[in-house]
């Protein structure tokens, strides 16, 4: 059974002193559901938000990690340290990994693999620019890097994976799919994933829309039924994120 799955996406804001803040402000707002919740934040304030939301429910997230355990590669960081710090997810293959630093569907499928050898949840980003939403060829695009992400990964493990569905045009610029067209990227994915699997496989997975997700489109967006939460941005940020994950 799939269950609801939010997750915020803090990108490069938030100090260690306003994180711990936010997370205090969180835990009271926060009403424990079927809906599963997670901050993914930058690598600081992982260990001082797992401490924070340890025994609510509240899940802790990375947003990269390198596929290789270890070795000389100045800047990253491993799996291992994500272990060891205890997060739960980590988000990979982010549009803005990709544009600023040159990520592959190969590295992101290296990423995946790596991450499931592990407790710790991928969550794939896939999403296409808006000159390709134009020409028609976004569910193509979508479908590539799905499969590309997936390859050579067996179904026991894939059905771990959590593919986030985010159309790069609506990341932080108020713009937002309607509910019809993020339902129907989403279902061409799950059909996608069923054509790579199966249907059992394809049932199983959780795909998140995310692009300018708010307090006042969450409910009707996830209400669709290849809509299985959200990777939400900008209102993240605030405890106000509160009323996107309590949308029920």
Known sequence: MRYPFIAGNWKMYKTIAEARAFAEEFKKIYQPSDVRVAVCAPYPQLPFLVEAFRGTGIGVGAQNVHYEAEGAFTGEISIPMLEEIGVDYCIVGHSERRQYF????????RKVKALLETKIVPIVCVGENLQQKDAGYERQLVSE?????????PPEKAE?????????????TGKVATTEQ????????RACIAE?????TAAEIRIQYGGSVN????AELFAKPDIDGG???GASLKADFGKIVNYK
């Not at 040159?102 to 499928?109: P, Y």
């Not at 890097?145 to 990964?153: E, G, P, R, S, T």
């Not at 790579?196 to 059992?200: E, H, I, L, N």
């Open 215 to 218: 307090a006042g489109n969450a």
């Open 182 to 189: 993020a339902e129907e990227v989403c279902a061409a994915i």
């Open 231 to 233: 990777l939400v941005g």
């Open 160 to 172: 771990r994976v959590v593919i986030a569905y985010e159309p790069i045009w609506a990341i932080g």
């Open 102 to 109: 040159n990520e592959s569907d190969d590295t992101v499928n």
């Open 145 to 153: 890097q799905v499969k590309n992400a997936l390859h050579d990964i």
């Open 196 to 200: 790579v699997y199966d249907d059992a």
